[in-house]
């Protein structure tokens, strides 16, 4: 696996801040938040200087029940080309669920939601995996991720389930040190125990991130600084194996860069920690311990071997849509709490979900929370409440304003035409102003004033 050193999120607003910092070995986007015809300058200098860039996916749903999408898979493979990255990385989580294979219908998370470790989404996910790596230029890295609630009747650990994964289908693993910490939270999960059973030698690079705790519950904001025990989770796992690239994650509350510096000095003396520690003993930790699980590639080695995986039938695909259509449902769409599931939890998720997409759609339609002020967050969340997200963020972001359009939403006359306005701009397939029709009357309207 190539070396990548240590890397930051790259974000719009601290990309001034990290084309200055010093020792930034490489970089991480967003895949879904850039264009390849439209990059932002601040990352073609990077690229010019030799930084590495690596796209990261957040809505390819490859737990899915269904298959990915083709078109998804080629915006991702065309990211990948355009940076001329060595890898692209993507979640191990469902982000939709409904339609086919179910008969339910089609609704959207808008974030990352856990799949249930059992054997029928382990096979759907080493499809669907295969899918992805047949589809991308260069190799795939999926990521942990974070969660708030645990799956009933679950038949694997974390690590046995990223270990099948790996095993099967020879996928490279990102692994999020403050995911682990946050399932440990939340679920009661040991990372020690969970970095024992991972294949250490299929090890892409790791994330670092940090969060908050709130009612016992722990919530990986990638807003807040790195606590201490993430680091320390990051300390263990470089006893293990030496890790290809490691890289803060910070999605808002951006501090000064000053600040930023310092918990990459920290994550750097981290890393050291547990090397340190290797240099001090007989062994990595992981082989003084003994290994677990079938016999393991040499520690390195990179891309581990592809196994025969046979074809996932559609009564599979089905059973695990069921559940997850169900699960969706009860956190976005008010339908009743499945079976086995802790309500308080899911309705914590839930809350969370509506959040992040108040959020999202701020950015995406920025003028929205600038037309209504302060009432916009109370809005967009009454909305989420009676109107699940069908068709991700720029639909929603219209669909939500036209809701505002409804008798009786909006009292303030100058705002409700402000939001109309907005609408009308943005809702047909060209927007109003590039429309030939409109560029014609505004521009004889222009001569006419003239003269």
């Known amino acids: 696996m190539r070396r990548l050193g240590t890397g930051i999120g790259w974000r719009p607003e601290i990309a001034d801040a990290v084309e ?16 390849p015809g439209h990059l932002p300058a601040s990352l073609l200098r990077l690229r010019e200087r030799g930084v590495t860039v690596v796209p990261h996916g957040v809505s390819l ?6 298959r990915p999408d083709p078109g998804r898979l080629a915006a991702l493979a065309e990211r990948a080309e355009t940076f001329g990255s060595p890898l692209v990385t993507e979640h191990i989580a469902f982000v939709r669920a409904g339609g086919a294979p179910t008969a339910a219908p089609r609704l959207e998370a808008g974030h990352l939601l856990p799949v249930p470790r059992t054997r029928d989404a382990l096979d759907v996910l080493c499809a669907n995996v295969r899918v992805a790596q047949d589809a991308l230029p260069v190799p795939l890295a999926v990521e942990n991720i974070a ?11 974390e690590g046995q ?16 040190v403050a995911n682990l910490y946050t399932n440990h939270v939340n679920r009661g999960e040991d990372p020690a125990e969970a970095l024992a059973d991972l294949p250490l030698e299929a090890l892409a690079y790791v994330h670092v991130a940090g969060g908050f705790e709130r009612d016992g519950v722990w919530h990986d904001s990638h807003a807040h600084p790195v606590p201490r025990p993430v680091l320390d989770i990051l300390t263990d796992l470089a006893s293990r194996v030496a890790p290809p690239g490691v890289l803060l994650e910070r999605d808002e509350n951006f501090p000064d860069p000053g600040e930023l510096e310092s918990e990459l000095a920290a994550i ?5 920690t547990g090397r340190d520690a290797v240099r001090g003993s007989a062994g990595p930790a992981s082989e003084r311990a003994g ?25 599979v695909r089905r059973r695990l849509g069921d559940g997850q259509a169900a699960l969706l449902g009860a956190l976005v769409a008010g339908a009743p709490v499945p079976d086995g599931f802790d309500a308080e939890r899911l309705e914590v998720q839930a809350r969370a979900l509506a959040g992040k997409r108040a959020g999202v759609v701020a950015q995406v339609a920025p ?17 989420a409440r009676v109107r699940p ?13 036209a809701h505002l359009l409804r008798p009786g939403e909006l009292d303030d006359g100058r705002v409700r035409r402000a939001v109309r306005a907005w609408w009308r701009e943005r809702s047909g397939p060209v927007p109003r102003s590039r429309r030939p029709a409109v560029r014609l009357a505004r521009a004889t309207r222009r001569m006419v004033l003239r003269h």
């Open 389 to 401: 997200m069908t068709g991700g963020y720029r639909r929603d972001a219209l669909d939500f304003a």
């Open 147 to 157: 969660a708030l609630f645990s799956w009933p009747d679950e038949e694997l650990t």
């Open 61 to 66: 749903g490859l737990g899915d029940a269904g």
């Open 161 to 176: 389930f990223l270990y099948e994964l790996a095993d099967r289908t020879g996928v490279r693993l990102l692994i999020d």
């Open 20 to 35: 200055l910092m010093p020792g930034i070995d490489w970089v991480e986007v967003v895949a879904e938040n850039v264009c």
């Open 268 to 272: 750097r003396a981290a890393v050291e």
């Open 291 to 315: 290994t677990r699980g079938p016999a393991r590639s040499p520690a390195g080695s990179g891309v581990r071997e592809r196994r025969a995986v046979p074809p996932v039938g559609e009564d």
């Open 367 to 383: 003028e929205l929370p600038e037309i209504l002020g302060a009432a916009y967050r109370p809005a967009f969340l009454a909305y």
